[in-house]
């Protein structure tokens, strides 16, 4: 059956690290005789300049018929003062809302190689192996009402926090089942002191655990945990919180790692459809230098292939290539402890002689 994928190249070095995934991409295709529709279109602030708006219908249409969509990134400053709903990155808030990818599981993990390169100390930082799962659809971020009140004095802004109980139980659900496949250990993030809506999120996990009795489930709250992702990362297993928390945490986990060049992230529907994107942003202030990292969006690409595309194996592939290449000292500037790294588009062709190596 043909699984389609639809690439959203974006802004910025979104376009280079995108490149790179599609080199390995292609390679899979030719070697494995994949029968894969690909279509590709242009996103956020491109989009925009091109067709005075950062999601077409046409493109959000191809992109609900898709298997899996691979975004690299949008955003930059030269579309900072567009009016909010033309702004780049309402067409990630946009396909996250319309497919419905209401969990988003962010990977945090070190390669010990690497270990010099992370802002904290290396016997706290070793072995890191986190996941993060966020609630996307939800929260402070979707809900109602909002706005801006001006006609009052004084003005005043205001956005409304609110989950149900049904966008809860299926993120912890997600949660819960990617530690059964992991260590057992689950923590839910919230900030049930101060929050009637975090009090509720925390009855509902809590109830869930039930069904769970393998799992060991533990709650904290948001500031502490941020607290404790510095102080002693490795206490965690699995991570679950709501959407605004969820984003400030990962973001967090993230750079642990030494380069949020490196982590990948898939945000998934009940649908097994699924957006894989780089940690990273757009990152304008390098864009066209050759210098971006495109590791996170080539182990977004393994993680297509885990969730979405139905070839588990080929993900792994990657991700041991992925590790081959580490371990063989190959460096991106963001990671390199020397004058001496690899460029961008050197990075594709090193990791296909790798996967090359390991299919004979």
Request: aromatic fraction near 8%.
């Amino acid at each position: 059956m043909t699984k389609k994928i639809l690439i959203l190249p974006g802004d910025g070095i979104g376009q280079e690290v995108t490149s790179s995934m599609n080199e390995v991409l292609y390679y899979l295709i030719d070697e494995q005789g994949l029968d894969f529709q690909i279509s590709e279109r242009k996103v956020g602030g491109s989009s925009y300049d091109e067709f005075g708006k950062p999601l077409t219908e046409e493109t959000l249409e191809i992109a609900k018929n898709s298997d899996a969509i691979l975004f690299g990134a949008v955003g930059g400053p030269q579309w900072d003062n567009l009016e909010w709903d033309f702004r780049p990155e309402q067409a990630l808030l946009g396909l996250r809302k319309s497919l419905g990818l209401f969990a988003n599981l962010r990977p945090a993990f070190l390669f010990n190689e690497l270990a010099s390169a992370s802002p904290l100390k290396n016997h706290i930082i070793e072995n890191l192996d986190i996941l993060i799962v966020r609630e996307l659809t939800g929260g402070v971020y979707f809900g109602e009402p909002r706005g801006i009140v001006e006609n009052e004095t004084p003005k005043y802004g205001f956005n409304t926090m609110v989950y149900n109980e049904d966008e809860i139980r299926r993120i912890a659900k997600v949660a819960f089942e990617a530690a059964i496949n992991r260590d057992k250990k689950l923590c839910s993030v919230e900030k049930a002191n101060v929050l009637e809506v975090s009090k509720f999120w925390r009855s509902i996990v809590t109830e869930m655990s039930e069904e769970y009795p393998e799992v060991e489930l533990s709650h904290q709250l948001a500031d502490n945990t941020a607290m404790q992702l510095v102080l002693n990362p490795n206490q965690y297993d699995v991570i679950v919180s709501g959407n605004l928390f969820g984003d400030m945490l990962s973001d967090i986990a993230a750079t642990l790692s030494g380069s949020i060049g490196m982590l990948p992230s898939a945000s998934l529907n009940s649908s097994s459809q699924g957006m894989y994107e780089p940690c990273h942003g757009s990152a304008p202030d390098i864009a066209g230098e050759g210098i971006a990292n495109p590791i996170a969006m080539i182990a977004s690409l393994a993680m297509a292939f885990e969730y979405s595309l139905g070839r588990v194996d080929l993900g792994r592939r990657i991700e041991s290539a992925i590790k081959i290449f580490i371990s063989q000292g190959h460096r991106t500037k963001d990671i390199s402890t020397s004058e001496e790294f690899m460029k961008t588009q050197e990075v594709a062709p090193a990791l296909i002689r790798i996967l090359k190596d390991e299919n004979e």
